[in-house]
């Protein structure tokens, strides 16, 4: 049986506001999540992992990274934190939060590309609020602007969050528009790292079009 040492959230810590331009921000609030280890031990020891694979053009790919149900059992949560994380988050911003969705990065092999969060079809207005447990990692944002420019750093990244365990960001307003974030590959020996993720959308505006990220994709004929 695993015992579940406790974590709380830290009332007084500072939140950052990082405006990228005039309509998208990100919020910083290092240290949020006291006791983060606590958390990232029992979700590696307890969570459902899986490896989710993508259909991309005539062969399955796996994702380089594992999912899993953010409950253990009979819908009990994987930490008693995880629920007043999201009771939290709500408060805060004003907005009903779907989630968390939970990734693993078991080491510097996993991570994910530059990306919007198309999934959530209306982009205008939208809240992505991820807590990062364990290692500590790049995390990356550019603007759309620079998705072609292959010969500039990092892929044209022009902000590294880097989290450490504990810390939480949030991506608002516009964001999910004109910028893209990803985590990228780390080649020196790391540590794994857990990413819980809650979203919103205003629903706002003009829905996106074409496939999402997990779509299928096929040649076109």
């Not at 290092?30 to 020891?45: F, I, M």
């Not at 594992?66 to 930490?79: K, N, Q, S, V």
């Not at 996993?110 to 364990?134: C, K, M, P, Y």
Request: proline share 7%; net charge positive; with cysteine.
């Amino acid at each position: 049986m695993t015992v579940l040492v406790s974590a709380a959230i830290d009332e007084d810590v500072e939140f950052e506001r990082v405006w990228l331009d005039d309509a998208s921000w990100v919020d910083v609030a290092r240290g949020w999540l006291v006791g983060p280890d606590a958390v990232h031990s029992a979700l590696l020891d307890r969570a459902r992992w899986r490896q989710n694979k993508l259909w991309r053009y005539d062969h399955w790919v796996e994702e380089p990274r594992m999912g899993a149900p953010a409950r253990h059992g009979f819908g009990e949560p994987l930490h008693p934190v995880i629920p007043k994380l999201h009771r939290a988050l709500e408060h805060r911003f004003g907005v009903a939060l779907s989630g968390p969705g939970v990734a693993l990065y078991r080491d510097g092999n996993d991570g994910v590309a530059f990306h919007r969060d198309r999934d959530l079809r209306w982009l205008d207005d939208t809240l992505i609020a991820i807590v990062s447990l364990g290692q500590r990692r790049p995390w990356h944002l550019r603007p759309g602007a620079n998705r072609f420019a292959h010969d500039l750093q990092n892929k044209g990244a022009t902000h590294d969050i880097s989290p450490a365990s504990g810390d939480l960001l949030v991506m608002g307003g516009r964001c999910q528009v004109g910028w893209e974030h990803s985590v990228p590959h780390v080649r020196h020996p790391i540590g794994p790292r857990i990413s819980l993720q809650w979203r919103w959308t205003s629903r706002r505006g003009h829905p996106v079009r074409g496939p999402s990220y997990r779509a299928p994709r096929n040649f076109s004929r």
